[in-house]
């Protein structure tokens, strides 16, 4: 089955970049089972938001509004590994971030924002924002 194992977390200062790592395992089994990528967030007491999505094929990319300019995400499809840059943190980034894949088809980035379309998801990984 697809796993994802998610890395790269840590605490920094406000201003400062991670990037996320998503390393994926099974997808390359039954190529182009899984369409698209997803990185999602979660503070404690709040629910679980969209930050970010990619498609394996084409690389089309959607991003939250409070994630345009500042994070970028990427995919290594040789490497099964899709990336999450995060710049100029702010302490309302803190979260645990979590990947996910989907194994459904839509024509837009828009349709991959929604949690229910993804189908496998990774432990998380902390991110903590320091002032």
């Known amino acids: 089955q697809v796993q994802l194992v998610e890395s790269g977390g840590g605490l920094v200062q406000a201003g400062d970049s991670l990037r996320l790592s998503c390393a994926v395992s099974?997808?390359?089994?039954?190529?182009?089972?899984?369409?698209?990528m997803g990185w999602f967030r979660q503070a404690p007491g709040k629910e679980r938001e969209f930050v970010a999505t990619?498609?394996?094929?084409?690389?089309?990319?959607y991003y939250a509004d409070s994630a345009k300019g500042r994070f970028t995400i990427s995919g290594d499809n040789a490497l099964n590994k899709v990336y999450l840059q995060m710049n100029n943190l702010k302490p309302e980034d803190t979260a645990v971030y979590y990947c996910?894949?989907?194994?459904?088809?839509?024509?837009?980035?828009?349709?991959?924002?929604?949690?229910?379309?993804?189908?496998?998801w990774g432990q998380g990984t902390q991110v903590t924002v320091s002032s």
């Open positions: 996910a894949a989907s194994t459904s088809q839509y024509s837009g980035g828009y349709d991959y924002t929604g949690s229910h379309v993804y189908d496998y």
């Open positions: 099974g997808r390359t089994f039954s190529p182009y089972f899984t369409y698209a």
């Open positions: 990619i498609r394996w094929s084409g690389g089309t990319r």
